[in-house]
């Protein structure tokens, strides 16, 4: 059996951490042996259960229940050293200081990339039956889960050819350029982290692994959790429920509470609008911060009320391929996308769908790749793309 993967992510302060902690602590009181790992550099896992979480490995908290709050500078050392350590060789033949060359050879988003791939390593070491991953606010986060198929689109159109030019012409490069050029034990190690990505992206693409939003009933965290979903969906994640936390109660002759619910109830009703077709959990606002396995578990037992918080979602992916009598149509998900907003180019086989800031390179299936594009729209919340058979056109 795969094991069970939840990502939290929503806009920062909207209660990631304590929702992804609670739905943890009621995972391993049903028996499970879960993992909560947090790829947020702010790490208040550790605070959230009151407990301080230090070390390499995961600390147990609780019977069937361990956190792992990753260690960046460790990983990094293992996944990214032998790179930096050729960059730094190369800013140092510029004449760059060496505490700036090292500043200058550490990764956007390094803690957040190399937590993945602790993910990564905890999905395949069959130790787990459910991991909880509390992740970074949601921009970082669609960044993060975007970098697997960039790299991978790197990987495959430049890199096999920068490597064969720079070792046949290494010596001479070396002289004109005056600065080392990559040895093999160099392009190997990007190779490395080029392959545990792209199996990052396998793992989180299966229909077990899934990401739940998490939002407070206020106009512009609901509107960027609406942008979250259609560029996850854009990515190929499947979304699963959403979380409203932080819910006021009723203002029981309270004027200045009663304005709050009154607000509060008209966002809810566009999320239940906006998120139709998804479960929707509320977690009251609660009179003191929930600390300790007891307190999460009642605050996600409260937003739950008896649902499976770990029921595998059922239906269609974010894309689907549907065969015609002509040919086939493909369809991606992109909720809230309007036409203006999308943009779709061919460049061989590969379709490129921009969505506002966010472009993803789609490697068309086998099944498509032959064949012609006739036509697109965005309807009914998905981009559908019209294909038609080769056969067809010669016919």
Known sequence: ???????FTGKGGVGKTTSAAGTAVLAARAGQRTLVLSTDAAHSLGDAFGLKVVGHE?????????????????????SW???????MLVLDAAGVDPITAEELTVIPGAEEVLALLELRDHAIS???????VDCAPTAETL???????????YMTRVFGVQRRVIRALRPVLSRA?????????VFDAVVRLHRDLEQVQQILGEKESTVRLVLTPESVVVAEARRSLTTLSLYGYRVDGVIANRVFPDGEGDAWREGWVASQQAMLAEVRLSFADLPIWRSAYRPGEPVGTDALASLAESAYEGADPLAVPSGEGPMTITRTDTG??????LPFAQTRDVDLARHGD?????????????????????????????????????????QEEQS
């Open 126 to 132: 069959e130790t787990w039956d459910v991991i909880i």
């Open 1 to 7: 059996m795969s094991v069970r993967i939840v990502l």
């Open 350 to 390: 590969e379709l490129v769908v921009t969505v506002g800031s966010y472009r993803r390179l789609l490697a068309l299936p086998t099944a498509l790749a032959r064949h012609t594009v006739t036509a697109a729209r965005v309807e009914e919340g998905s981009l559908q793309v019209r294909f038609r058979f080769e």
């Open 81 to 87: 050293g032998e790179i930096q350590g050729y960059l």
């Open 143 to 153: 960044r993060l889960l975007a970098l697997p198929e960039a790299l991978g689109w």
């Open 58 to 78: 995961p600390v147990e908290v609780t019977t069937n229940l361990w956190v792992h709050q990753v260690d960046a500078q460790r990983r990094f050392e293992r």
């Open 328 to 333: 086939a149509v493909l369809r991606i998900a």
């Open 177 to 185: 350029a005056g600065v080392p050029m990559p040895e093999d034990s």
